[in-house]
Each structure stands twice: as structure tokens, then as C-alpha cells.
């Protein structure tokens, strides 16, 4: 799988990095079970900070996209279709950011996604 | 190092779990299917039951009858559970995870058709010291542990994805767009579909040994079996840095191709057998290379004019990063 990174955008690098890996897991580049690189090769390989990877690698995890394990490292999880879930996060981002564009605060945003789910 | 997050509240991944449950259940077979054996025969079985036999096939070991199912089901369990923890422990891909489960299927095969052979031997024989096995319920069980293998295998292979296809004609040697600034980091585990195997029947043939007490023999190919294991996963990346190769289960042991000893790079389909006479890292007049498969590989065109070559899938991506990385060293002002 593929990690870019450019420091000229006004995306965090960590950010950055777990946009890599949620693109690689809905392009299939990367399965259910396989294991990312540990935080500080990345860091080295791209030449960026430690705590920038391990921040991108928390960001995945609290999407529920990867688990963190003491000596395993960083492993894609398998719950749920994970392409299908790296889309809807993408999807979560894209709504935030529109959203943002448009001058709504945090909580008009959630007041947005009650509505809708209150509709259904 | 990786923050320390047990995370209690989710579940294991469902792959992982799925292959340490196929490598434990040929194990709870053969223990089952040992204890219903044992106490079908129990009240016809002397007591002590022979448990060991020469190479003629006379009995020269003894255990007390009472004790014989519980070591049955100690060896089987036991085992299973190491199968099972090292399968889960590894977190391979579903498809990598086809040689472990054939491995448990096999050893168990062997393991229970042999313990089974050696109870209903002592079946109707008033003395254990009059109980004889012949060897050639050893071939017998290892071709029950072939059958059971290619089972395992079978059951393993259910619900897997395909394999990419391979690469047909070396690639031209493309480029990866990136921005002015922007870098990038291409990184793929490579697995071995055959060390394991290999792996997997020198394990076999070392428990064998080691039943037979042949314990100079069996240790060394119990050792390679462990090498060969250690060696089948190799972690590929390509960075500014050049190439880095690691082995999944030893991160220390790496070997670096510097990007300043890289002229070009390209991916081609490679011929473990025709080009390099084998699998592994591999030495030959003009290239050399990791070949852990035939198929897809990233080919290094280096400034010393060898070639270093390693089986990976996607190699096309990896060999354009590099190309633009190469391009980039070129230019003043560049590192």
C-alpha cells in the first residue's frame, strides 16, 4: 500500500496518513488481518515525526478501522466490510468539511445527523 | 514502539480467529476421537498398556492403563492450542493462513492415527510386553497425515480471496505523479506459499523422529522447521531511503538497497526456478534477489550493473515511487 504525504497541504500530516491507509482498504490494497508498518519505520520511511504516524494510526483506530496491539502493531480489523467502512468514514469527512464550508458549528452538525436519523 | 492498548472491549479480528479455530480443530478431533477409543477398549486393554515399540515392532515402553487417555489428550490439546496460538499470533491474510491449517491437519492425522493404532494393539492381549506395532502403521499414519493435509488445506482455501493476477511483460519503467514537497512510502508483505510447507513437513518429520527417539536426527530438522517458518514473511517497502526488506517475524534482521546504488526500476514476472534455481534470498552471476514466489516482482537495475529482484505483488507502484524518488535525487537542491 501506498502513504503520501505532502507538507505543503493544510491537511496534518497525521491526518494525512490515515487518509492513506483508508483509501488502500477501500481499493482492496490491503486486507482484513494484515498488518500495517509498525509507527516508527512509517516515520522513517517518510521522514516524519513518530508521534505524527502514531497519531494517524489512533485516528484509524478510533474509526474502527484498525486495532493497536502491544508487540503486533497496527492490524486492519475485520469487523464489518472494512472497504465499505473507509468509504463511510470518507463520506463522515466530506460531510464535516462541506458542512464547516458552510459556517455550521459543531453542534448545528450533530443537530443535522439527529434529524436525519430521527426521519428514518 | 506502539502505544500500549489492550482494547478489552472489542473482539479479535474475525480472520485471526477464524484461523487459530481451523488450526484447533483437527486437534479436538484427534483428542475426541482418542478417548472415545480408549474407553471403548478400555475394559479389554492390559494394564500397564505398551505405549512404545522398537523397530521391529516390539513393545519396549509401558504406562499405566489409567493415566494412558489423559497424556492422549494432553499431547493433542496441547499441540492444537500451540498450532492455534501461533496461527492467531502471526495475523497472516486468510490466504497465507492455508499452509498453517494443512500443517495441524497433517500432524494431527498422524498424530491420532498413530495413537489409535497403538490402543488397538493393546486390545485382547493379556500382557503389554506381548503387544507388538508394526512400522508400517508409521507409513499408514503419514498417509493419513498427506489426506488430512490436503483436507486441511481445502477447508482452509473456502471463502478466500483469488489471487492478484500476475504480471504478464516487464513494465515500462513508469513514474508515480507527486507534488513538489510531497513524498511517499510504498510498503507489501511478501509471504512464501512454499517455505511453510517445506516448514511444515520437516516439522513432521521431526516429530516423527522424535518419536522414535531418534533425538540427533529430529532436532535439527525441528530446527529448520522453526527457520524456515521465521523466513517465510518478508516485509518489502520503498521510500527515499531505497529499498528495505525486513522479515515479518524478526523486524531486526532487515537488508537495505540505498536509492543512490538504484539507476532504475521496473516490475517484471520472475521465474523462481529458471532465473535464480530456487526460493529465498538467492545468488546468481548478474542478479540476485529475494524470490519468495514466481510472479510479479520489483526489478532494481543497479548503478553496478547487477539486478536485484524481489517477489512482490504490486511491484509496478513500487518501482514508479522509486523512479520519481531516482528522478528527484538527480536534480540540484534535491537530497
Excluded at chain 1, 44 to 63: A, P
Excluded at chain 2, 25 to 41: D, E, H, K, R, S
Excluded at chain 2, 84 to 103: C, D, E, F
Aim: net charge neutral; with cysteine.
Amino acid at each position: 500500500m501506498l502513504f503520501r504525504v505532502d507538507p505543503n497541504s493544510t491537511l496534518p500530516l497525521g491526518d494525512q496518513i490515515a487518509a492513506s491507509v483508508r483509501g488502500a482498504i477501500a481499493d482492496g490494497d490491503v486486507h482484513t488481518g494484515e498488518r500495517l508498518p509498525a509507527a516508527r519505520e512509517l516515520a522513517d520511511s517518510l521522514g516524519v515525526n513518530v508521534h505524527t504516524v502514531l497519531r494517524g494510526y489512533q485516528r484509524l483506530r478510533e474509526e474502527g478501522l484498525i486495532e493497536l496491539r502491544r508487540g503486533r502493531g497496527a492490524v486492519v480489523t475485520g469487523s464489518a466490510d472494512p472497504a465499505e467502512r473507509a468509504r463511510l468514514v470518507e463520506g463522515a469527512h466530506r460531510l464535516i468539511a462541506d458542512a464547516r464550508a458552510l459556517g455550521l458549528s459543531d453542534d448545528e452538525i450533530l443537530a443535522l445527523v439527529r434529524t436525519g436519523l430521527a426521519g428514518d | 514502539m506502539m502505544p500500549n492498548d489492550a482494547t478489552p472491549s472489542k473482539p479479535p479480528s474475525g480472520i485471526r480467529l477464524r484461523g487459530a479455530a481451523l488450526t484447533m480443530l483437527p486437534f479436538t478431533v484427534a483428542a475426541v476421537v482418542c478417548t472415545v477409543v480408549y474407553l471403548a477398549l478400555r475394559e479389554r486393554l492390559p494394564d500397564p498398556v505398551a505405549i512404545h515399540f522398537g523397530s521391529s515392532g516390539e513393545a519396549d515402553d509401558f504406562s499405566g492403563r489409567g493415566t494412558v487417555p489423559w497424556v492422549l489428550l494432553a499431547v493433542n490439546l496441547g499441540l492444537g492450542v500451540l498450532f492455534s496460538v501461533m496461527t492467531y499470533l502471526s495475523a497472516m491474510p486468510a490466504r497465507a493462513q492455508r499452509t498453517m491449517v494443512a500443517a495441524g491437519f497433517a500432524v494431527a492425522g498422524l498424530l491420532g492415527h498413530l495413537f489409535t493404532a497403538v490402543l488397538f494393539a493393546n486390545a485382547d492381549v493379556a500382557d503389554a510386553r506381548a503387544v507388538t506395532l508394526p512400522m508400517d502403521q508409521l507409513a499408514i499414519a503419514l498417509g493419513v497425515a498427506l489426506v488430512a493435509g490436503a483436507a486441511g488445506w481445502a477447508l482452509a482455501s473456502l471463502g478466500t480471496p483469488p489471487e492478484p493476477e500476475p504480471a504478464k511483460e516487464p513494465g515500462p519503467a513508469r513514474r508515480l505523479p507527486l507534488a513538489e514537497g510531497e513524498t511517499a512510502s510504498w510498503s507489501r508483505v511478501t509471504a512464501s506459499p512454499a517455505l511453510p510447507v517445506i516448514g511444515a513437513a520437516l516439522l513432521l518429520a521431526g516429530l516423527v523422529l522424535a518419536l522414535l527417539e531418534l533425538w540427533a536426527a529430529a532436532l535439527p530438522l525441528l530446527l529448520s522447521a522453526v527457520l524456515l517458518f521465521a523466513f517465510s514473511g518478508v516485509r518489502v517497502t520503498a521510500d527515499r531511503r531505497g529499498v528495505v526488506l525486513s522479515l515479518t517475524l524478526v523486524p531486526g534482521l532487515r537488508r537495505t538497497i540505498t536509492l543512490s546504488r538504484i539507476e532504475r526500476a521496473v516490475n517484471r514476472p520472475v521465474s523462481c526456478f529458471a532465473e535464480f534455481g530456487g526460493w529465498g534470498y538467492r545468488v546468481r552471476p548478474g542478479r540476485s534477489g529475494v524470490v519468495l514466489r514466481s510472479g510479479d516482482a520489483l526489478a532494481l537495475q543497479l548503478g553496478s550493473g547487477r539486478e536485484f529482484v524481489v517477489t512482490v505483488d504490486d511491484a509496478a507502484t513500487a518501482a514508479a515511487l522509486l523512479n520519481t524518488l531516482i528522478d528527484r535525487r538527480g536534480r540540484p537542491g534535491e537530497h
